[in-house]
């Protein structure tokens, strides 16, 4: 049988699937709060359930510790469910507005309706979070999903199936497996919503294919994000928590600090002390590292090879390798690395590096390091560690970007209250919490006229009274 046919079959049965859901997302328009805590509910026993099944999973794709995926992919995921379901009646109710002079005795509110079918695209890194955390939004809001998960975590794919098929009919949330190729086949569809994680440079991709049908989308993308370290920081500190967001899931995770700008005076003092958080972590050497079993691998040789190549090139381009600078693409390791002295030149400066090596470069003054950041595509997450309330106020004012954190790294993403998204390259719209919800909400807004019209008043044929009636709404409207 040729691959063609295949490609066809697949196909029709994403369009038939995807029709499926139309019926489904029709009907959901009108279910209430009690219906959609009780799916959430559902889905957070799933979860509990299978929670042993993820962990192994995990460690099989990532060779990730089970108490590191407990940390980052079930402790997120599991705080988002229980958030939605503890707010969702409170995020559907509709919003009460006042009228303004123009609309005085009008009553006004903005409904959050569901946006209907939506298509969620989702990555390897953090593989269960980033596709069942999204879900847990769109169902909140009353929506449809088809997910379609990375094709390079087949054994977190496994247990994401086994938990959406024990909570959801198909026609309401499946799983569709595959790569691009499936990808592309599903961003073909009309989809009301899209939700996509992943690079900036898909996320282009499918930006332009829901174009076609003008359904609106949530980028969650990446990028570079700057970590700058003053002269008056806590340096142990900085130290402990750059090195923890750098090497957690081996350096492959969207806010991960990418680089680090360390003030000239505390340089020396910052790496030795990432030098020896590294050794009293994983070991202090390169074959005791390699044996950890806290150390994670990256997801495939191609990428061990990809962040290697980009060692070696800085290398070539005169950085200096303060430790570290180990790899092996066989067993898919690359050590902790920390490299200095890195010119603006060199690759490992101009693209995201998503793996656990560390630039650090050595500034001056502050004003330097805020130009350099606003000359950049604008980072998903800007971490600082200062004591100086002026340094947070200068960063906070004179630079953009998705979170700012002061003291502390990866940490914004547990906080549901807060909206978690980038801006611009780093990504378009925000997920978590509330902010999940109203990306796959569509806020409707209801105006109902009241017994009187202020603008019956003004209706023709027009005379003098109403020339200057109209006048007056111009010289006091607010
Ligand atoms: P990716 O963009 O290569 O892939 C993401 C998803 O898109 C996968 O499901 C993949 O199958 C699909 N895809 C790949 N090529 C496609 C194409 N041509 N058309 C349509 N779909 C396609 O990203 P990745 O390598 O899986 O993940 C790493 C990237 O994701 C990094 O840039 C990282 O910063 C970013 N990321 C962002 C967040 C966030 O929340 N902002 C979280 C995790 C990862």
């Known amino acids: 049988m040729s691959a063609m046919p295949d490609r066809e079959r697949a196909d029709a049965s994403i369009g038939k699937l995807f029709e499926s859901h139309a019926a489904t997302a029709l009907r959901l328009r009108r279910s209430g709060a009690t219906e959609r805590r009780l799916k959430l509910t559902k889905l957070l026993n799933a979860v509990l359930d299978r929670k042993d099944a993820i962990l192994d999973a995990v460690q099989r794709d990532l060779s990730k510790h089970p108490t590191e995926t407990n940390l980052t992919e079930v402790f997120p995921l599991v705080g988002e469910v229980k958030h939605a379901i503890a707010n969702v009646k409170r995020w559907m109710k509709p919003q009460r507005i006042g009228p303004t002079m123009a609309t005085l005795g009008t009553t006004s509110r903005v409904m959050y309706q569901p946006r209907g079918r939506c298509l969620l695209i989702s990555p390897w890194n953090y593989p269960l979070s980033l596709a069942l955390g999204p879900l847990v939004s769109a169902v909140a809001a009353g929506n449809t999903a088809i997910l379609k998960p990375s094709e ?190 890195v010119p603006p030149s060199a690759q490992v400066r101009r693209e995201e590096i998503f793996g656990p090596v560390l630039p650090v470069l050595t500034f001056d003054a502050l004003d330097t390091v805020i130009a350099e950041i606003n000359a950049a595509p604008k980072p998903l997450a800007l971490y600082v560690w200062t004591k100086s309330e002026r340094t947070v106020e200068a960063l906070q004012t004179n630079t953009s970007s998705g979170s700012l954190c002061v003291n502390l790294c990866i940490q914004q993403f547990t906080q549901h209250n807060l909206p978690f998204g980038g801006v611009n390259n780093s990504g378009i719209g925000s997920s978590h919490g509330f902010f999940g919800f109203k990306a796959f909400s569509h806020e409707r807004a209801v105006m109902s006229a009241g017994p009187l019209s202020a603008l019956e008043m003004l209706f023709p044929p027009y005379d003098a009274r109403k020339r200057r009636l109209s006048e007056m709404l111009l010289k006091y409207m607010t």
């Not at 092996?328 to 920390?338: H, I, K, N």
């Open 152 to 341: 390079f975590t087949p054994h977190t794919n496994g247990v994401i199936k086994d938990i959406v098929s024990a909570v959801f009919a198909t026609d309401e949330v499946a799983v569709v497996e595959g790569d691009a190729q499936t990808a592309t086949a599903l961003l073909s569809l009309p989809f009301d919503h899209i939700f996509f994680t992943g690079s900036p440079d898909v996320g282009k991709i499918v930006m332009a294919a829901a174009a076609r049908h003008l359904a609106s989308v949530t980028l969650e993308l990446g990028g570079k994000s700057p970590v700058i370290v003053d002269a008056t920081a806590d340096l142990r500190g900085a130290a402990e928590h750059i090195i923890w967001g750098k090497m957690v899931n081996a350096g492959q995770t969207c806010i991960a600090p990418d680089y680090v700008y360390v003030h000239r005076d505390v340089a020396d003092r910052f790496v030795e002390l990432c030098r020896s958080t590294v050794a009293q972590r994983y070991g202090d050497s390169d074959a005791a590292i390699k044996s950890s079993p806290d150390f994670p691998r990256m997801i495939h040789r191609r990428h061990a090879e990809r962040v290697a190549r980009l060692m070696d090139e800085a290398v070539q381009s005169g950085s200096r390798i303060a430790f570290g600078g180990a790899s092996d693409a066989e067993s898919r390791y690359v050590a902790p690395t920390l490299l200095r002295d």
